[in-house]
């Protein structure tokens, strides 16, 4: 890992660097045989990157842990202004004043505080699937009432059923809004997230809006954050993190920007009720200096998984045609549609990980509308992705 430590320029970041991440605790790696039964599978599944952190994020780290006490920590005003003006400057959010964030211990703990908060038992949260699956467990373990809006493909890209959700909306108290989603690899334009707003409106939804994807968007596309679009925030709740962008999620620090006070009251309450604190010296210095030091990073990483999503799609059409890509206008998460493979999701499953020897997430653990299809990881060197991608060529060739 050479001269990677340093702060360098965007030539200095190599994210063709094979780093062995076995036995050292991580899920993604040391996971494998729980999660498939077998531990020799290239694992493209949990979603962190195989990429080291950006210099300044081990940098803030190192030098906090030469300091030799690691007590209980306050959150101090510097990690609020890291926020605040990373939201400003590239999302054009330039409102968001202090008294609205609240620090918390990632975006699950979260959706679950937010359902507890606004939603009493039996009243309906929506969600709109296939969609990430803490989306659903939040709204079942808090005794809620899950309605789903699932949402509908054409031509491989995916759209909001309006219709349909404005059926959802009139009985329900909550929408739970993936926006980039997770796994489709929307980013939702302005026109559809106007639309969200109206009917949430209409109906007096509060909106949870998981905007943790938010800064991984390619070109041609521009994310923006629902709560910048509405006339009144005051029903908006923002999730926003450094963990995918920067990839820190094993750090567990994620923000909630809650612009209304009785709001931000409530869920104070639920937090405390959860007794969940977020609070830990090494977390608040990674998730400061990836906001104020992480933007040249961030920008040789986007090139750097654009291309390996060109890469991809020029693969499967000329080697794997079986398998069709749904083109990801955001995060470093593929969606793949494997149907034309012709088999069930437990043969399926089967088949990449016993035969091509490729560990992905499979469709069916996002709800509806995810049969026959796997969740691909790119956040890794492409020749990995590469290898992946030759194994299952191979596989499918023996299969026939």
């Known amino acids: 890992m050479s001269n990677h430590h340093g702060l360098g320029h965007d030539s200095d970041y190599s994210f063709d660097l094979d780093i062995d991440r076995t036995k050292t605790a991580s ?12 531990a020799e599978v290239i694992p493209l599944w949990v979603a962190d990157m195989d990429f080291p952190v950006p210099p300044a994020v081990i940098q803030a780290l190192t030098e906090r842990a030469m300091h030799p006490v690691y007590g209980y920590t306050l959150y101090p005003e510097s990690l609020y202004e ?29 959706l679950h505080a937010a359902a507890l908060a606004f939603a009493k038992p039996g009243e309906s949260v929506i969600v709109q699937p296939p969609v990430y699956y803490p989306f659903f467990s939040a709204v079942t373990s808090t005794g809620r009432n899950l309605v789903q809006n699932p949402l509908c493909s054409e031509n491989g890209r995916y759209a909001i059923d309006f219709d349909h959700l404005e059926q959802c909306a009139a009985g329900a108290r909550m929408l739970f809004l993936c926006s980039p989603h997770n796994p489709v690899g929307r980013v939702w334009s302005k026109l559809e997230l106007e639309r969200i707003i109206h009917i949430a409106k209409k109906y007096n939804l509060v909106i949870f809006s998981d905007e943790i994807h938010a800064d991984l968007v390619y070109a041609e596309n521009k994310h923006h954050i629902l709560a910048t679009l509405a006339e009144d925030s005051s029903n908006t709740i923002t999730a926003v993190a450094p963990s995918k962008t920067f990839n820190i999620p094993g750090l567990n620090l994620s923000a909630l920007i809650v612009p ?39 920008t040789a990483l986007l090139a750097y ?28 998460l593929l969606w793949l549609d494997c149907r034309k493979f012709g088999i069930n999701d437990a043969q399926l499953k089967h088949f990449f990980v016993h035969e091509a020897g490729v560990g992905m997430s499979p469709g069916t653990l996002f709800g509806e509308g995810g049969k026959g299809f796997m969740r691909m990881n790119i956040g890794t060197p492409r020749h990995i992705i590469a290898t992946a991608l030759e194994n299952i060529r191979r596989a499918s060739l023996l299969s026939r």
């Open 305 to 332: 998984l654009q291309d390996t999503i060109g890469f991809v799609e020029k693969y499967l059409l000329t080697h794997l045609p079986k398998i069709q890509l749904t083109k990801p206008e955001g995060t470093y």
């Open 27 to 38: 899920l993604k790696y040391d996971g494998r045989q729980n999660m498939f039964g077998k």
């Open 82 to 110: 890291s926020l605040i003006n990373w939201l400003k400057q590239h999302h054009g959010w330039r409102e968001v004043r202090r008294e609205w964030v609240m620090m918390c211990p990632g975006i699950v703990p979260s």
């Open 260 to 298: 209304d006070e009785k709001r931000r009251i409530s869920i104070t309450h639920a937090f405390e009720f959860l007794n969940v604190s977020a609070a830990n010296p090494f977390s608040i210095v990674a998730f400061e200096a990836a906001y104020r030091d992480g933007k040249s990073w961030l």
